[in-house]
């Protein structure tokens, strides 16, 4: 048995609690893009969001929706980095305790964040260790509820906000372009898409190091791979959801995929000529649109840029490479 799958109605629900909660993030736009694809891109700017992600809405979404017992009882999750500290950030606004299972190598900038949040932080060995497993067992022990990064109706249903605020702030598109690892931020923007852009090709895009998102697509079913080694760290999961599959599998036109050096490209496209600060998964999105991995001219053109949250030292580096 498997629990229902998140709709539309899910998103405009997800929409009210966040109202005044959540920034309404800008949508900005650039001359040179569009020089450079022929399109008319729109860049949705979730890098300005609160905890500098995306992952605030999902987080916020579903630590509210919890009934008090549950709230009580506190909340643990397993995370690369920015839902840590979504989650984090959202169980103090809410007064909920937060246990926060990190690997032992996630960037110390995203560390600090989510225990400057106040979240209590368990490490983990992201090789050698299974995530899902360590979180279960703390779960068990406390009777904390597990907040997955994705795979959760009301973590879907947050994350498609920022996709339909884009909507209605720029009316209909030719297509959107989504990063994705699990697969949370994309199926809740397809689910607005369908809903608000009838007619919108939605493309997923994730690093080419960790493809598992396409394979899956091609395959008709949710292919696992070893984790993936790539700059873009918030997108290297080892397979999509059981509720973010199906939900892609009926919404999203392709998945397509883009190497390291293309994020970094991007990354300095963003710093030199848009003035903003995104962290390579954030990149993902754009590079797929600006490096012609999918060719949009004459389109209108949707770009969701997912995250800001560099640590500065490899920022650095990498915009000096
Ligand atoms: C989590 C994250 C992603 C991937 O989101 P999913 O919902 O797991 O697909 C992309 N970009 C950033 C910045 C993230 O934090």
Do not use: W
Request: net charge neutral; charged share 20%.
């Amino acid at each position: 048995m498997s629990a229902a799958l998140p709709t539309y109605e899910d998103v405009v629900r997800a929409s009210e609690v966040l109202a005044g909660v959540a920034h309404r993030t800008p949508v900005l736009t650039s001359s040179t893009a569009d020089a450079r694809t022929g399109a008319r891109v729109f860049f949705k700017c979730e890098n300005f969001q609160r905890m500098g992600a995306f992952k605030f809405r999902g987080g916020y979404n579903a630590i509210a929706r919890l009934t008090p017992g549950q709230r009580a009882a506190g909340v643990v999750t397993f995370s690369s980095g920015n839902h840590a500290q979504a989650i984090a950030l959202a169980a103090r606004l809410l007064g909920v305790r937060a246990t926060i299972i990190m690997p032992h190598d996630a960037p110390a900038a995203k560390r600090a964040a989510t225990e400057g949040y106040g979240g209590q932080v368990v490490t983990y060995d992201r090789y050698t260790d299974d995530r899902e497993a360590v979180a279960r067992r703390i779960q068990a022990e406390t009777g904390a509820t597990l907040i997955p990064p994705y795979d959760h109706r009301d973590v879907i249903a947050g994350q498609g906000t920022a996709a339909k605020e884009l909507f209605e702030e720029v009316g209909p598109l030719d297509a959107l372009f989504v990063c994705l690892g699990g697969g949370g931020l994309l199926a809740g923007s397809a689910l607005a898409a369908e809903a608000l852009s009838p007619g919108c090709q939605v493309y997923g895009v994730e690093p080419e190091a960790g493809n598992d998102g396409q394979q899956s697509l091609r395959k008709g079913e949710i292919v696992r791979i070893a984790t993936p080694k790539s700059l873009a760290d918030g997108a290297v999961t080892t397979h999509l959801g059981e509720l973010t599959f199906p939900v892609i599998q009926r919404l999203v036109s392709d998945i397509v995929t883009v190497t390291d050096a293309q994020l970094v490209d991007t990354m300095k496209f963003f710093a030199e000529r848009m003035k903003i600060v995104v962290e390579p998964t954030g990149c993902l999105s754009t590079a797929a649109v600006l490096q012609h991995v999918v060719a949009m001219p004459g389109k209108r053109v949707g770009v969701i840029i997912s995250g800001g949250n560099v640590d500065l030292a490899a920022y650095a580096r990498l915009l000096a490479a």
